[in-house]
């Protein structure tokens, strides 16, 4: 779960000026950098926590989020990696199934916070779409794997999604139909963070 | 972009440190972070204590002080504060009498404000919050996140801060910050944008003839853009929205022409000479009227309007002693 | 040019009668012109009255009221007055107790302020004047018309105000206002241009990595042209030229980090913090400090800095109670 | 008289954003704007002067550029006509010697109120020549026409001289050496001013 985490934080730092830009177009031109700022705390934690539980790892990870991200993104996610780490409290591995109650901890986090729904145009239209196909993958039997590229592919097409619809939720949606035609932020942050996951489990 | 700065990443840090040393007898950093509270803690009062991103400056260190905010929390430019930082600020000025949040209405400022608060509960502090939502430009405020906080924020300071001084309950604090935030509204224009300094060039790009009417506080496009007209013109514009919200006829309003940080202050003084005019002849009667920079958005230049309808009660908290660096009365 | 203004001939005019309109209850505009008295003659004291160009709001129009001046003149932008537009002034405030105007060095403003004098002497006023130049920019001020009268002036109208207001003789409130000019310094740079409405475009061009050293407050550039470094570096340039001209160590000083226009609070907070630490370690103490727009290229971006070295009698003007739009105390 | 100030008038006009483009170079750009005020104000109250004597027009001419123009140009063309004018005082005809005269006059009063000299690029750079050129042409006998060309060809040179000279005086001279390479625009109103005399008288 460290390295995966190091290689989220690795990827979002990459990604920092176009996730930036991107909130630039429709809202206040802050997630990327206040999120590789949130990651690059988590990073310095993360050594001194080798050898704990999955679900510590989590939890640590969402706090550092809470208090070092700010704004939207920071509540968001940091509630997100807490409940997900609340999930997976004293394991050691992570099987599909763990990966599916995470995610949906992790997403009822996020829904509890921000009170939004998908179709909102936020980080939620990646990441539902993303839970729906992971669970359906891992029920129908697949391995972690093959699920988890379906799931990562549907949030791909979310964050597509985003750019057709009107953003009704955080900034983004004061300039009203002028948001329409950009990507969100948000959403591409969390597919960023699924792909990764793939790539490193 | 083009900036006196140090480091981007001390721009926070540095603004705050400068901002306490201008009021050195009136203001305190906190150690933990960017977070102003009075020099001289004030016991026996309900604490007020707001604050949001950065880049609003003088708001809100710039309102910590008698008859004003307890304290105020400075998060990065254009983000909401962190609950941790928001906590120490609650917990630095909290008395028997409780703690009142002044809260924009910002997805990120709620969520963050609520978390703090949360935790100020757990050990035990009486706390309760408030979200200002003054902004009248966004059009079908049902389907989005409701009206942005903006201008307007500064008379909630001011008026509940008066009442507070007083040693009103949290109860009757809170009750007139919600009477406020019923009867002010505010809209704004910008005729260029401004540039956070991590993201290094401008929100938006505007032609010399172009504006954005409908601006926030955060560098975001507006409502919509259209051909630069008169200052006149602009301000009939955004009084005919505000108006056309609440009713202001027959009322007595206390005015902001509020420059957003980079408009010279000879605009706003034409802007306000049109606004005058316009009021006077809606049969709106003009109690005071603040011109100058109180909620910026860094150098953007542009400006908003803000009315509040006042009545007696009002009007004695909107005129009783402030003491801070940023509104003296 | 891209302004909220109207037509560019009504832009003084309007920007008065904007400024009258925020405080009805201070200030007048005489019919005659773009001339800003108190709204209530006090009689029995000394009557200040400054002027110059229109384009440094607030001065000096923002500075009528208790404890400051009693009249203030604004030329077309840039432009010093006419001489009949002093003399209208000087006769509206004009006491028994006579009239002292304040003066930036300027060609035009001397010539057209002595004019006046003249005018008003012939008409049996007591009227006498003292010229500022606390700008420590120009270099062999021996060889130009000397030095330039910049933000210091402000601190002239503050003092040389709270002297008269106590009913002071003519005598001695020029001499207070003398003792301030002899021991006031200011020094000022910009990141960018500003454009006065009437020529329509930018006094001068900037690449993004340069900046003007040693401006004036006319849209004129600096002394030199350089390249732009962190706003430490730039803070500590000003204050070395300014620290070199009259010896401050031991003193304690009156600060004023004046933004031009443009400049967000933001920045000028962040010049603040320095400035602080750099009088720290030189064993300059500071008395008090000031950070704003007080002395204005319209919508310059970039900031001067001042020091008032001051004794007990200027720290108890310094504090006395002014109640202008622009300076209360 | 009056056709002359006319003329003036209009070529001030025409030549205003030139004139405040040069003062934009080394000062504060307001020279063509004001001195183009000041003339639309002249020219107002010119026709109410039909008959009555040079002096008289050429005092209201200063009293009034005084009374519009502000800032140095202000007073000092302003205190130069009013020089002149009580210098013609009674006169309807303008000889040669009542030019000398008259600029005489004229150049003392800018002296009197700005106490430059010669070489410290201002009007005088221009005034000053023309006024040597003409006394000379004038005491040797020649027509008020041949001398006043002349003067208005060493004005000419006057405003070419001020490009290489430094500011001590004005505005300008707050910018030092940087000054040197730009045309004074006081300079150059006073040139157009003598070469519109010429082409009128
Ligand atoms: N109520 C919400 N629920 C879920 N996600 C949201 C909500 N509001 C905003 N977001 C997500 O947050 C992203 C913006 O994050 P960020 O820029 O860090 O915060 P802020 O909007 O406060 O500047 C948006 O792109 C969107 O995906
Ligand atoms: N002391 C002086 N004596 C003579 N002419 C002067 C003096 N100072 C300035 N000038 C002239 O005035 C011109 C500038 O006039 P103007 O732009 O109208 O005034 P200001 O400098 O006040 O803006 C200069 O170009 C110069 O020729
Ligand atoms: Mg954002
Ligand atoms: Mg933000
Ligand atoms: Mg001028
Ligand atoms: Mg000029």
Excluded: W
């Amino acid at each position: 779960m460290i390295d995966i985490l190091k290689a989220i934080a690795a990827k979002i730092d990459e990604e920092k000026d176009y996730l930036t830009e991107l909130d630039n177009e429709i809202a206040d031109g802050d997630h990327g950098v206040n999120m590789a700022k949130g990651f690059d705390a988590v990073v310095a934690k993360l050594d001194a926590m080798a050898g704990k539980d999955i679900g510590s790892i989590l939890k640590t990870t969402g706090m550092t989020l809470v208090s070092t991200v700010g704004g939207s993104a920071g509540p968001l996610y940091g509630t997100a990696f807490m409940k997900a780490g609340a999930k997976l409290a004293g394991k050691n591995e992570m099987d599909g199934k763990d990966l599916v109650d995470a995610l949906e901890a992790a997403i009822g986090g996020i829904q509890m916070r921000g009170k939004a729904t998908t179709g909102e145009k936020t980080m939620l239209d990646a990441l539902c779409p993303a839970f729906d196909a992971l669970k359906e993958g891992i029920e129908a039997g697949e391995d972690l794997k093959d699920a988890l590229a379906k799931a990562v592919k549907a949030a791909e097409d979310g964050v597509e999604y985003t750019k057709t619809i009107k953003a009704t939720k955080g900034r983004a949606s004061y300039i009203g139909d002028r948001s329409i035609g950009h990507q969100d932020p948000g959403a591409t942050s969390a597919f960023y963070m699924l792909e990764t996951l793939l790539a490193n489990i | 972009m083009k900036k006196l700065i140090n480091e981007v990443v001390n721009v926070e840090e540095e603004m705050i440190l400068g901002l306490v040393k201008s009021a050195p007898d009136k203001l305190r950093k906190l150690d933990c972070g960017t977070v102003v509270v009075r020099a001289n803690k004030k016991e026996g009062k309900v604490a007020l204590v707001s604050g949001g991103g950065s880049g609003h400056e003088p708001a809100h260190g710039g309102y910590v002080g008698e008859g004003m905010l307890d304290g105020a929390v400075a998060g990065a430019v254009f983000t909401s504060p962190t609950p941790d930082q928001i906590y120490e600020a609650i917990k630095a000025v909290a008395t028997d009498k409780g703690v009142l949040c002044i809260v924009k209405n910002y997805t990120g400022d709620i969520m963050n404000f609520e978390m703090a608060i949360d935790m100020a509960k757990d050990e035990g502090i009486k706390a309760d919050y408030v979200v200002v939502n003054d902004d009248v430009a966004v059009k079908d405020s049902l389907y989005t996140t409701g009206r942005r906080g903006v201008a307007g924020t500064v008379l909630v300071h001011k008026i509940a801060g008066a009442l507070a001084e007083k040693g009103a309950s949290l109860e009757e604090v809170k009750a007139v910050a919600e009477k406020v935030i019923a009867n002010v509204r505010t809209m704004g224009m910008a005729i260029t944008a401004c540039t956070m300094p991590a993201a290094g060039k401008p929100g938006f790009e505007l032609a010399d003839n172009e504006m954005e009417i409908g601006i926030g506080i955060h560098g975001e496009p507006g409502t919509s853009r259209e051909a630069l007209k008169p200052a006149n013109a602009i301000a009939e514009e955004l009084l005919n929205k505000i108006t056309d919200d609440i009713d202001f006829v027959g009322k007595e309003v206390a005015v902001i022409v509020n420059g957003m940080g980079g408009t010279p202050l000879m605009e706003l003084y034409i802007v306000n000479n049109f606004v005058h005019d316009y009021l006077d002849k809606k049969g709106i009667k003009i109690y005071d009227t603040m011109v100058g920079n109180y909620m910026t958005s860094i150098e953007m230049a542009g400006f908003s309007i803000t009315l509040l309808r006042l009545d007696d009660e009002l009007k004695s908290l909107y005129n009783a002693k402030a003491d801070t660096p940023a509104l003296k009365r």
